[in-house]
T-cell receptor, first 110, second 114 residues
């Protein structure tokens, strides 16, 4: 089965600073990849998905962007963080009928 | 997009069965019903999924109503490690390309008392 690696596990960033979260996948090729955000005590909100290199679709207009420079690499970025960007960010991959999630990055914007 | 409705929280005692309900009245004929659970500060993990028939695996059982408008996740003997947020999810079609993804609601927070 797949393994999703995400880093860093926690991050504290000031408002207005840039962001780069990286996700890499092992154990599969050409996966569909997803970025989710989870606010405290809430469900997961789908932010971006990618079906291949350079192919990004956004679900929600926002201050964030995503890129997929390699088959098994998915990056979430921001040029200038807002307080509302705080949350728990999860990278996921979908294979057949099961989704695999990374351990997440907890981002606090101060 | 088809949505699911779950109770916000439930409590159970250790070693007792737990029945976690989920309503999905707008489910389409090709939507699979998935259950995931999430421990604090971790990513969700797969529990079980089904389409029409009841399903069993080593973690749980999934009972699906005949009209598929509701389902129940059954933990046969709850343990303290089963305390988590349980999500009932339908596979959603992403609007612009038709690709399918998982859309998560707020889930049910299960507390297990010793």
């Amino acid at each position: 089965s797949q393994t999703i690696h995400q880093w860093p596990a926690t991050l504290v960033q000031p408002v207005g600073s840039p962001l780069s979260l990286e996700c890499t996948v092992e154990g599969t090729s050409n996966p569909n990849l997803y970025w989710y955000r989870q606010a405290a005590g809430r469900g997961l909100q789908l932010l971006f998905y990618s079906v291949g290199i350079g192919q990004i679709s956004s679900e929600v207009p926002q201050n964030l962007s995503a890129s997929r420079p390699q088959d098994r690499q998915f990056i979430l970025s921001s040029k200038k963080l807002l307080l509302s960007d705080s949350g728990f960010y999860l990278c996921a991959s979908w294979e057949n009928t099961e989704a695999f999630f990374g351990q997440g990055t907890r981002l606090t914007v101060v | 997009d088809a949505k699911t409705t779950q109770p916000n929280s439930m409590e159970s005692n250790e070693e007792e069965p737990v029945h976690l309900p989920c309503n999905h009245s707008t489910i389409s004929g090709t939507d699979y019903i998935h259950w995931y659970r999430q421990l604090p500060s971790q990513g969700p993990e797969y529990v079980i999924h089904g389409l029409t028939s009841n399903v069993n695996n080593r973690m749980a059982s999934l009972a699906i109503a005949e009209d598929r408008k509701s389902s129940t996740l059954i933990l046969h003997r709850a343990t303290l490690r089963d305390a988590a947020v349980y999500y009932c999810i339908l596979r959603d079609v992403i609007r612009d390309t038709g690709r399918r993804a998982l859309t998560f609601g707020s889930g049910t927070r299960l507390q297990v008392q010793p």
